[in-house]
């Protein structure tokens, strides 16, 4: 898997967020698929699809348990394997171009607005490069293969105990350890694919974070008075946008294991009330910490900026009320287009915006899309809670 993360600073340094090791990337070069075209974005997902669902839907086929007239018991109704395979995995693989490339777009503003200094812009790069230089290593690609092994193994052994999340797979249906062909792709192809896929990401995200941290401890220039009302680094709560897919995909799968034990365990919303606001908090916390670093810069520039202000503002109107000091009677046609009144307006304004300077570069306006695309996929099981015709109708009803 191959992501590019590329911004073009005011020095014309570029830096590249690549995986260009990744064997996958490798076979796709052989087989001519190197760009980011719409053709080859869909060849990128295809391919994935072919080799982790079409297998286990045409084993299942042949052995009868693609549809067993059961839920419980077929492949095409496990939903957590579905939403893995057919939502999941291709999101995943689809949110690496268009993640990374604004992702660049915020590393490129640090510079581009003056945030960092120009006297700091080696330090700045080296930050950048060396952490990618990491996510490109052998090692971390080693440590996420043995990873997903180590997770579906796990996750196996729990399954053997509960035969019934494991019935197409088993050889012998209800007899534990017996895998069958299928259940044997998914073991070793299908599951570890989609995890790697899902670690990668995370691994993404740590990168991210430590990328942020660093930059964080420079010696930024952080404007109180900005309108941003974040010092002019409100444009990091991009950032929590720009990962909505990724939010989405995550909870895909989330969703997918939950209506699999509705299902087959007969749990219902209300059993699941306290894993889904732990979801809820994960999720939010997984894309927001990261941000928290400018936390403390932010407190120092709106302190500094309210002294200085202060000062600056006492004497402005100082000199204001000596222009002001009118009787009743010597106040003309003239005071009222004085651009002096415009002045003491406007800086008014402008301190104000220091005053209102939050200490979070991120508002409600960066969380909403988020917290609409992590939520979107819990509408599934809804639905097999709730009868939709029911659903529509409780809706229909408060609406009307």
């Known amino acids: 898997m191959v992501l590019i993360f590329r911004t073009n600073f005011i020095n014309s340094n570029k830096v590249e967020f690549s995986f260009e090791d990744h064997s996958y990337q490798k076979v796709l070069k052989r087989i001519g698929i190197s760009g980011w075209s719409?053709?080859?974005?869909?060849?990128?997902?295809?391919i994935p699809f072919i080799l982790c669902w079409v297998p286990l839907a045409v084993i299942t086929l042949i052995q009868g348990s693609f549809w067993t007239g059961n839920t419980d018991t077929s492949f095409v109704t496990n939903f957590d394997i579905q939403a893995r395979l057919l939502i999941t995995m291709p999101l995943l693989i689809w949110s690496e171009?268009?993640?990374?490339?604004?992702?660049?777009?915020?590393?490129?503003?640090?510079?581009?607005?003056?945030?960092?200094?120009?006297?700091?812009?080696?330090?700045f790069d080296r930050i950048v490069e060396k952490n990618l230089k990491f996510l490109r290593s052998r090692s971390s690609y080693i440590f996420i293969f043995i990873l997903c092994y180590v997770q579906v193994i796990a996750v196996l052994l729990y399954e053997s105990e509960n035969t019934a999340f494991l019935s197409w797979q088993l050889l012998d249906e209800g007899v534990a350890g017996r895998l069958n062909l299928a259940g044997k792709w998914s073991t070793l192809i299908s599951r570890p694919f989609v995890l790697f896929l899902f670690y990668r990401w995370f691994l993404r995200i740590i990168v991210w974070s430590v990328i942020l941290r660093k930059i964080s401890k420079l010696n930024l220039n952080l404007f109180a008075v900005h309108p941003d009302l974040a010092g002019g680094i409100g444009f990091l709560g991009y950032s929590i946008r720009y990962f909505s897919p990724v939010a989405f995909a995550i909870a895909a799968t989330v969703v997918g294991n939950m209506a699999d034990f509705m299902l087959i365990e007969g749990l219902h919303l209300a059993d699941m009330k306290l894993a889904i606001l732990g979801f809820v908090i994960f999720i939010t916390l997984l894309f927001t910490l990261p941000l928290l670093f400018f936390t403390g810069k932010l407190i120092d520039a709106r302190e500094q900026s309210v002294y200085e202000n202060n000062d600056f503002a006492n004497g402005i109107y100082r000199e204001l009320r000596t222009k002001l000091s009118k009787g009743y009677d010597k106040v003309n046609e003239e005071d009222l287009s004085s651009p002096d009144y415009s002045a003491a307006s406007d800086l008014s304004g402008v301190i104000n915006n220091a005053l209102n300077m939050k200490f979070l570069p991120f508002s409600m306006k960066d969380m909403l899309p988020f917290w609409a695309m992590a939520a979107l996929p819990f509408l599934g099981i809804v639905l097999l809670e709730v009868p939709f015709s029911e659903l529509f109708s409780k809706v229909f009803s408060i609406v009307v």
């Open 38 to 46: 719409s053709r080859e974005q869909r060849l990128r997902m295809l």
């Open 97 to 123: 171009k268009q993640v990374s490339a604004r992702l660049g777009l915020i590393i490129g503003q640090f510079k581009n607005s003056g945030i960092v200094s120009r006297k700091d812009y080696g330090t």
